[in-house]
């Protein structure tokens, strides 16, 4: 157990809705990034968040965005889902030191199937 | 564009055998090497490789970076059942923050 938790676990959206996943990171980090997991796939880096502002995105449009509060807690969201958005969603937790991270630790994920 | 491979894509053995997975890697500003071991949702940590720490080793799992093939391996000895699981390599590079780029992943299972 890393002390990573996601929730939901699972959920089952249609295409054109939106949806928010929530990451609670380990205790004492302060650096959240989320990875997009298709089925037999390795995970994709979606953005990466540090002091509540996004620090490093990946190849993902901007209906992918995000949120880190005060307490080092995440959220990721997604609008207009489309059929090729179900995955595994990870979040990961590290420590950044001057922007200089520690290894990340990983959630279960948050399946989610858009129908 | 950073791009790791793993082979092969997916290996049954027996418990008691061992296993190599490979895993290569092309990326510019090469800061680590990370081994995942993912068994139903979350990717559990392993090992991380840098240029000045090469080779790392913990009970029956080894790992070896090979700088100049710009590649690594991940050895299992004496398999157990519960090491069957899906084995992801990831590359870090300066400058990318904290982002991870893997590869596919190996799909090990180990039969009684």
């Known amino acids: 157990e890393t002390g990573v938790t996601q929730s939901p676990t699972h959920l089952i959206k249609t295409r054109g809705q939106q949806v928010t996943l929530r990451c609670s990171s380990q205790s004492g980090h302060n650096t959240v990034s989320w990875y997009q997991q298709a089925l037999g796939q390795g995970p994709q880096f979606i953005f990466q968040y540090y002091r509540e502002e996004e620090n490093g995105r990946g190849n993902f449009p901007p209906r992918f965005s995000g949120l880190q509060f005060p307490n080092y807690s995440s959220e990721l969201n997604v609008n207009a889902l489309e059929l090729d958005d179900s995955a595994l969603y990870l979040c990961?937790?590290?420590?950044?030191?001057?922007?200089?991270?520690?290894?990340?630790?990983f959630g279960p994920g948050t399946r989610l199937t858009v129908l | 564009e950073d791009k790791v491979v793993q082979s092969p894509l997916s290996l049954v053995v027996h418990e008691g055998d061992t296993v190599t997975l490979n895993c290569s890697y092309e990326?510019?500003?090469?800061?680590?090497l990370l081994w995942y071991k993912q068994e139903k949702k979350a990717p559990t940590f392993l090992f991380m490789l840098t240029s000045s720490g090469i080779e790392k080793k913990s009970g029956r799992l080894s790992s070896i970076l090979d700088k100049k093939e710009l590649s690594s391996i991940l050895n299992i000895t004496a398999t157990q059942t519960g090491d069957s699981a899906i084995y992801l390599c990831?590359?870090?590079?300066?400058?990318?923050?904290?982002?991870?780029?893997f590869g596919g992943g190996t799909r090990l299972m180990v039969k009684p």
């Open positions: 990831a590359v870090r590079a300066y400058n990318a923050g904290n982002m991870l780029t």
């Open positions: 990961a937790s590290s420590l950044a030191v001057a922007r200089s991270t520690d290894t990340q630790y």
């Open positions: 990326v510019t500003n090469f800061r680590s």
